[in-house]
C-alpha cells in the first residue's frame, strides 16, 4: 500500500498521497501546501514537521523556506540566481548553501 499522508488545516482533515503534492513553503510556524490540482493549504507547522510528514517520498529542500517534490522539477535555472523551476513554472529559490547537493541530485537522476 502506499504512503498516505495527514494534513491537519484549520477546518478540515486530509489524506494524501504525497505525489499530489507539488511543494511546500513556510513562513514562520505557516505551511502553505501547494497541490498538483492547483489547490493550496495552509497548516500550522513548521518546515520541519512538514518534512517529517513526507520523509521517505521523494521530497529535497533547496531553501529552508521550501520542501519540493522531485518528480516536479523540470530545470534548474542558473542565470543569476539558482532557481528550480516547476512543471508548472513556478520558481523555486536554491539556498548557495545547498546548490551541490541540489546540481548532483539533478545529475544523477537524468
Keep these: 500500500m502506499k504512503k498516505r499522508i ?7 482533515i486530509y489524506v494524501l498521497d504525497p505525489e499530489e503534492v507539488l511543494y511546500c513553503h513556510c513562513k514562520g510556524a505557516s505551511t502553505t501546501i501547494h ?25 529535497i529542500r533547496p531553501h529552508h523556506a521550501y520542501l519540493v517534490n522531485k518528480n516536479y522539477i523540470l530545470r534548474m535555472d542558473m542565470a ?6 516547476l512543471t508548472n ?19 544523477i537522476n537524468n
Design 6 to 12: 495527514t494534513i491537519h488545516t484549520e477546518n478540515s
Design 35 to 59: 497541490l498538483t490540482n492547483d489547490e493550496t493549504m495552509e497548516v500550522s507547522k513548521d518546515m520541519e514537521a512538514v518534512e517529517t510528514l513526507v520523509e521517505g517520498s521523494g521530497f
Design 80 to 85: 543569476d540566481d539558482f532557481n528550480l523551476v
Design 89 to 107: 513554472h513556478v520558481q523555486i529559490p536554491v539556498d548557495v548553501k545547498r546548490q551541490k547537493e541540489i546540481l548532483e541530485f539533478i545529475k
